[in-house]
T-cell receptor, first 116, second 111 residues
């Protein structure tokens, strides 16, 4: 069981470069989300999706784009990287409908991004 | 607005001692409450959750938490800490499809 898979695990970018963090889940979860984790600040929600074709902003969406064309995939795009986006990024998914609504978030292992 | 407060940034306990990690939340209705644990370099793993019913919930690895509506608290406890419990612990509230996390408490265990 793969669960939630994030790639890449590590990435170094220069200021102004763009990139995409990939997230895939094989649990048929409707809900997917992206968080960033910074020291002393916990996890902050960037964007989330409640199903294919539906996305919404979280607490810190600026500088990031998302799309949800399939149930399985939820990529996070950095349009023009800035040093302030240096962080560890986590993708998480949850089953949020029907009798399996536990609300539990399943996390990927994280992607560590450094912007120089 | 929803918020979660974990007032202790760091806690150090001796192996075998009891543990209590504090969590206070702010939410207009009864929330879904969670505790997650994160080992270094890893993602987060669910320890336990509260949705409704019995206010004392049991989780994995011998952890339990008690929901107290009057205090808006959901404190995590363990009677006897093991060295392998050293990690960072996050309290979270879930409502309206958004999960809000606290800033975490880092637990250090002394041998």
């Amino acid at each position: 069981n793969a669960g939630v898979t994030q790639t890449p695990k590590f990435q170094v970018l220069k200021t102004g470069q763009s990139m995409t963090l990939q997230c895939a889940q094989d649990m048929n979860h409707e809900y997917m989300s992206w968080y960033r984790q910074d020291p002393g600040m916990g996890l902050r929600l960037i964007h989330y999706s409640v199903g294919a074709g539906i996305t919404d902003q979280g607490e810190v969406p600026n500088g990031y784009n998302v799309s949800r064309s399939t149930t399985e995939d939820f990529p996070l795009r950095l349009l023009s990287a800035a040093p302030s986006q240096t962080s560890v990024y986590f993708c998480a998914s949850s089953q949020t409908s029907g009798s399996l609504n536990t609300g539990e978030l399943f996390f990927g292992e994280g992607s560590r991004l450094t912007v120089l | 607005a929803q918020s979660v407060t974990q007032p202790d940034i760091h806690i150090t306990v001796s192996e075998g001692a009891s543990l209590e990690l504090r969590c206070n939340y702010s939410y207009g209705a009864t929330p879904y409450l969670f505790w997650y644990v994160q080992s270094p370099g890893q993602g987060l793993q669910l320890l336990l959750k509260y949705f409704s019913g019995d206010t004392l919930v049991q989780g994995i690895k011998g952890f339990e938490a008690e929901f107290k509506r009057s205090q808006s608290s959901f404190n995590l406890r363990k009677p006897s800490v093991h060295w392998s419990d050293a990690a960072e612990y996050f309290c979270a509230v879930g409502a309206a499809r958004k999960y809000i996390f606290g800033t975490g408490t880092r637990l250090k265990v002394l041998a």
